[in-house]
């Protein structure tokens, strides 16, 4: 059973990184910043992935 939960929880976040990198190279952000915000979510998933939610570049702006 863990196995399968840590698989399923594990396939969620790569959706989300992979969301997350779309989204940041679609925004109107400079290129350093785009670079830097990969970077970060590439390094650091969890972690990357929250501080990119809380104060990551938007698309519409």
């Known amino acids: 059973m863990g196995i399968e939960v840590s698989g399923l929880l594990s396939l969620i976040l790569l959706i989300a990184i992979i969301w997350a990198i779309v989204s940041t190279i679609q925004s109107r952000a400079d290129t350093g910043a785009k670079v830097l915000w990969i970077v970060l979510l590439l ?14 570049p938007k698309a519409g702006r």
């Open 43 to 56: 390094l650091l998933p969890v972690l990357g992935f929250i501080l990119w939610l809380l104060l990551g």
